[in-house]
Nanobody, 119 residues
Framework: VQLQASGGGLVQAGGSLRLSCAASGSLISVNNMAWYRQAPGKRRELVARITSVGSTTYADSVKGRFTISRDNAENTVYLQMSTLEPGDTAVYYC??????????????WGQGTLVTVSS
């Protein structure tokens, strides 16, 4: 099982970006999916989480600006980021609880995608 993230890049403050992350491989089911981020010199933090039935949780710092969604048929999670601020600059990681074929539930991480917001 792999999580492949994409969509990062350089954007000016006030702009928007959309991140995507797809779970692939021999898997049976995907439960919670989430986005984390880690800025230089800081700890990794939860940005947003979405359950298999669509319930969402957001960090206070992104509420009203970011929207997490998912496509269960494609095992893909999205993060729509709007009104970006320089403080949003970080490497963004997707995370998911996956049940692989022939295995037990396991928590997987994607490879990270860099988001840079210029002032």
């Amino acid at each position: 099982v792999q999580l492949q993230a994409s969509g990062g890049g350089l954007v000016q403050a006030g702009g928007s970006l959309r991140l995507s992350c797809a779970a692939s491989g021999s898997l049976i089911s995907v439960n919670n999916m989430a986005w984390y981020r880690q800025a230089p010199g800081k700890r990794r933090e939860l940005v947003a989480r979405i359950t298999s039935v669509g319930s969402t949780t957001y960090a206070d710092s992104v509420k009203g600006r970011f929207t997490i969604s998912r496509d269960n048929a494609e095992n893909t999670v999205y993060l729509q980021m709007s009104t970006l601020e320089p403080g949003d600059t970080a490497v963004y990681y997707c995370n998911a609880d996956v049940r692989p074929s022939g295995g037990s539930w396991y928590n997987y991480w994607g490879q990270g995608t860099l988001v840079t917001v210029s002032s």
